[in-house]
């Protein structure tokens, strides 16, 4: 007969305590070992769902699976096709950044970026002409995520883009992300000019048939493996891609330089992705959301498969709980700003790109990148503090992916919507900052978090979601 | 020889880590040479070198295991050493400090890892706390469980979720608890000896235990269950699995369950199973008719042929300064003849210990023959006002849920039965006060002097009103509790209270200065 109570009455106690710190000291009075909880209430509003999910007994193995799937995922780049023939994107609808949202509620920079669409599919002759044809209801607006697509900042893709597509062979899934129109004046940060357009025209026309020819020769590339060497290269893999970029170029080139194409256009093709410090982004985004999209359909579990936001909303969906939303107004980033920007040209927190710190790495591999604070502001303590404040609420450890600083410790992986809102923790995002007003473009770059309704509603509905009565 | 080659894709290390990799491969039972690394271009040169053929189109991703052995055994051993050696690459990083201390966990699941635990303890407000108790189950071990205001629902699951693990639920409202002999909550210092103690009641199990101790008896473990836990609603859940493991457990001679008042069905279920367990179990549990928790005690005792000792008690002194009668002279007679002829004067019973509150209601029902007004009655008529007064024998119990709401068990802060004792000292009806104070790990830490302040104060205002208030204590302590159970005694009997370990002799003697005989009769 094995020992009951596995074994408790026959060993030394070694104790675990939350609460009144007296009975922890009267432990230590009696020289036993004590860990004693940084007990804090949990969010408002949350005890009764807390307490609901916590009993029910499949939420452990349900994250536990929701943990192997997202680390089992792989993240192969298989092509670059025009969205209409990749995603089955039709005239007349574009796709954008965070949960659903209209014309009216967009915020500017998600409005200059439809512009921009408008402006370079044809649609619309003028900017004012494209805003009375949006605000007319003329154009279909969905959330990339509804088709398993990501997109950074405003993250707008029509029909003619092309995009990255990747591919995990495990779950058999695949994903789609835009081609990255480098820094400056973009139309994922809001800006429609005349040179962001033709930048736009180019990149159809000549960039997208060139990586089209290099990765269908070159054959499948393993983002993943390339995501787990640039964290032990400095790089978080959301905010800074340096050597992630550098290693898909290197991938990349024989196979571009000898591609079907004037000498001049593959020049510029490659000086444009070499340039680039964000080249890699595109595909990182995609890999993430592969990880991500392993996990959703468990039900029981309390893993966050989708964090975006829109400009107005920031939004997340769970695992347990299929395709609902559960939004809240987005934060403002705080951190450093280009030239003479500054807190009032900030947009708030808009793009898909938080999937990075959905699947663990981004703000939640912050350790890895020290360097990063130069550029979303604070100090290296902070970026150490942010990764490992991160594993309280996270379900697992990434397997591939590890931080050197921390030991090669597995980044923290799969967040636990009940571990937020029991200890108020709110994700660590580091994120790009869009300007405020259409047309902008970026203004800087920092370190935000999403709204707690996010989190209170979802364990709400998590706990409405468990089998039997009451 | 056997050579053994092959590819891991997904899998990444550093170069670093795979060079003592590889030493350890190499170190295997019956292996010969060994090397673990990237495919690098470099890398695919060494293996190829030592005469390993390497496939054609491998990615510098991929990691690359080349194993030479004896046999085919001496290659399983390379392996075996791999797995290990990779794994303890992964748990070297789990929980790894880095720059700086990391930050302390924030859940109790986190603190139970991070600090391997075998045992939790959650104390954390009641409407949280079995979030937390869920999460110690989750990991695997048993929780004790402080925080009272616990759903009752909620303790049922939890504790069907423990079962199901085979880890215990301790509570809720389980204030005390000795595991191997380390007292959690409000617990005694007691010697480890054969008894093994279920408790479904803090303080009774704390007199009980102090009993023991006066009896030279020790203990192996007490495993508190939660007051509810032998009521119909939760059904000795708890107790069935407290039982088993003392049952089970070597040091455990025989066993002893305390409980207050339980549901007559779980009581008899719980006996029909004791009976299966091939160890004596002895039942003190509470309730009209059945015997207090000392002669509960006694008998078990008696049961195991130990001499039952006379019960520590400390007589009460006679104070000079407040006497107005000379020291030979009983000094309850003045009072006894002038007051209690005018007025009737009433037991005022001010407890922290709930099942000590029970107790003595129980006790004093029998002696009295009329039932105690309360705030925690034995039958719903007794139940006192909001403002806890009452022309009537009153026992109060400042433990319970409503009284410490917002506020520190009053075994921490005695503030408000200080203020109740000092307004029962200026009450004519009060004709006689029975406290009760309990000593030990997590009580206050010297609460005697404060307490034999307030007596002083409250007799020398009724001295002062020309009334004589006897006061009697029931001090619930071991010999080795930090306190001190002597100079705790010796400090209250010289503030004018009649001092005893037995909290039912205690009772019969307040209830003998009020003047009431075994027939329930007033003097």
Redesign the interface.
């Known amino acids: 007969m094995s020992t009951p109570l596995r074994g408790l009455l026959q060993a030394d106690p070694v104790v675990a305590t939350a609460g009144a710190s007296m009975f922890a000291d009267a432990l230590r009075d009696q020289a036993v070992e004590v860990t004693e909880t940084d007990w804090q209430p949990p969010l408002d509003g949350s005890a009764p769902h807390l307490a609901r999910v916590a009993g029910d007994p499949r939420r452990r193995e349900a994250n536990e699976l929701a943990w192997q799937r997202m680390t089992a995922a792989g993240a192969d780049f298989v092509d670059v096709r025009p969205a209409s023939e990749a995603l089955g994107l039709e005239r007349g609808t574009f796709l954008h950044a965070g949960p659903p949202i209209e014309w009216e509620r967009a915020s500017g920079p998600l409005r200059g970026a439809l512009i921009g669409a408008m402006l370079f599919e044809g649609m619309a002759d003028t900017a004012e002409a494209a805003e009375a044809a949006l605000a007319g209801g003329d154009v279909e607006l969905e959330p990339c995520h509804h088709r398993d697509a990501v997109g950074p900042m405003a993250g707008v893709v029509s029909p003619s883009m092309w995009v990255y597509e990747l591919r995990d062979e495990v779950h058999d899934h695949t994903s789609w992300c835009s081609l990255n129109e480098g820094l400056g004046k973009v139309l994922r940060y809001g800006a429609y000019g005349p040179e962001v357009i033709d930048r736009l025209h180019w990149m159809n026309s000549v960039l997208g048939p060139l990586l089209q020819q290099a990765i269908r020769a070159a054959g499948p590339i393993d983002v993943k493996s390339i995501i787990s060497q640039m964290l032990q290269m400095g790089d978080e893999g959301h905010n800074r891609n340096r050597a992630g970029s550098l290693m898909l170029l290197r991938e990349l080139l024989p196979t571009l330089i000898t591609a079907d194409g004037s000498s001049s256009d593959i020049a510029e093709a490659v000086r444009f992705s070499g340039a680039n410090e964000h080249f890699f982004l595109n595909l990182g985004m995609p890999a993430c959301k592969l990880s991500t999209l392993a996990a959703e359909g468990i039900p029981g579990s309390t893993v966050v498969t989708t964090m975006a936001r829109n400009g107005t909303d920031f939004g997340i969906r769970t695992a347990g709980t299929g395709d609902q939303w559960f939004t809240g107004p987005a934060n403002t980033p705080e951190g450093l700003f280009l030239g003479s920007y500054g807190p009032d040209d900030a947009n708030p927190d808009i793009g898909d790109s938080a999937i990075t710190e959905t699947a663990g790495i981004g703000g939640f591999a912050m350790a890895a990148a020290p360097a990063i604070v130069k550029f979303v502001g604070g100090d290296v303590p902070l970026a150490l503090r942010a990764t490992r404040t991160m594993y309280e609420i996270t379900v697992g450890e990434h397997t591939a992916y590890q931080v050197p600083i921390l030991e090669f410790r597995g980044t923290p992986t799969g967040i636990d919507v009940s571990a937020v809102a029991r200890t108020g923790i709110l994700p660590q995002i580091n994120t790009g900052m869009a300007g405020r007003v259409a047309g902008t473009g970026q203004v800087g770059a920092g370190l935000v978090t999403p709204p707690a309704a996010c989190f209170t509603q979802a364990i709400a509905a998590l706990a409405a979601a468990v089998p039997g009565d009451g | 020889m056997t050579d053994h080659l092959e590819l891991r ?6 170069s670093v ?1 795979l060079m003592q990799v590889s030493r350890q491969v190499a170190g295997g039972n019956g292996v010969s040479a060994a090397q673990v690394a990237m495919a690098t271009e470099l890398n695919l040169e060494v293996i190829g070198a030592m005469g390993f053929t390497v496939p054609q189109g491998v ?1 510098p ?1 991929e990691l690359v295991v080349a194993i030479r052995a004896d046999d085919a055994d001496g290659v399983a051993a390379g392996l075996a050493a791999l797995d290990a050696a990779l794994a303890g ?2 748990s ?9 201390a ?7 699941g ?3 890892r ?12 009641g ?2 706390a ?3 108790a ?3 189950i ?1 990991q ?3 929780v004790m469980v ?2 009272d205001n616990v759903p009752v ?2 303790e049922v ?2 504790k069907d ?1 423990a079962a ?1 693990q ?3 639920v301790m509570g809720p409202d389980c204030g005390t608890a000795v ?7 409000f617990a005694n210092v007691v010697e480890r000896g054969p008894v093994g103690i279920v408790a479904a009641s803090g303080t009774g199990a704390q007199q009980v235990m102090a009993l023991l101790d006066a009896a030279g008896l020790g203990v ?2 007490c495993l508190g269950v939660g007051g509810r836990d032998l009521s119909s609603a939760v059904g000795g859940r708890s107790t069935r ?1 407290a039982l ?3 049952a ?2 070597e ?2 001679e025989s066993i002893l369950v305390v409980s207050k008042p339980p549901a007559a069905e779980v009581l008899a279920d719980l006996e029909g199973y004791a009976a299966g367990l091939g160890k004596p179990v002895h039942w003190a549990t509470l309730g009209a008719g059945r015997p207090d928790l000392t002669a509960a005690v006694e008998s078990f005792l008696g049961a195991l042929g130990r001499e039952v000792p006379p019960w520590p008690h400390w007589d009460a002194l006679p104070i000079s300064a407040t006497l107005k009668d000379p020291p030979d002279q009983d000094p309850h007679d003045a009072s006894e003849s002038d007051g209690s002829r005018r007025e009737p004067r009433f037991l005022r019973g001010l407890f922290c210990g709930g099942t000590l509150a029970d107790e003595a209601m129980l006790v004093a029902a029998q002696e009295l023959g009329v039932g105690l007004r309360s705030n925690i009655p034995l039958s719903p008529d007794l139940a006192l006002d909001a403002d806890l007064r009452a022309q009537a024998h009153l026992v109060i119990d400042f433990g319970d849920d409503e009284l410490t709401r917002g506020r520190a068990h009053p075994m ?1 802060d005695p503030t408000l039965r200080l203020e109740r004792i000092a307004a029962e000292g200026a009450d004519p009806g009060c004709g006689v006060l029975l406290l009760d104070l309990v000593l030990g ?2 009580a206050h830490p010297d609460p005697a002097p404060e307490l034999a302040e307030a007596i002083r104060g409250a007799r020398a205002v009724a001295t002062a009103a020309g009334r004589d208030l006897p006061v009697v204590v029931s001090l619930t302590g071991t010999r080795g509790d ?1 306190q001190g159970l002597d100079t705790s005694g010796a400090q209250l009997s010289a503030a004018g209270a009649a001092v005893h370990l037995s909290n039912a002799e205690a009772t019969r003697h307040a209830l003998a200065l009020l003047g009431v005989d075994r027939d329930g009769a007033t003097r």
């Open positions: 894709s997904g899998a990444y290390y550093d880590s990615q991703n690459l992964r070297a990083g789990s929980g790894a400090g880095g720059f700086g990391a930050p302390p966990p924030r859940t109790l986190r603190a139970v991070a600090g391997d635990a075998t045992l939790a303890l959650v104390s954390v407000p409407q949280h079995t979030v937390e869920f999460d110690a989750a695997g071990v048993s402080f925080s629902e909620d699951r939890l979720a199901a085979d880890v215990l595991v191997g002999g380390v007292a959690l909550g192996s473990h699995q088993a493991a003392l089970a457990d040091a455990t921490i790990h997590g930090p």
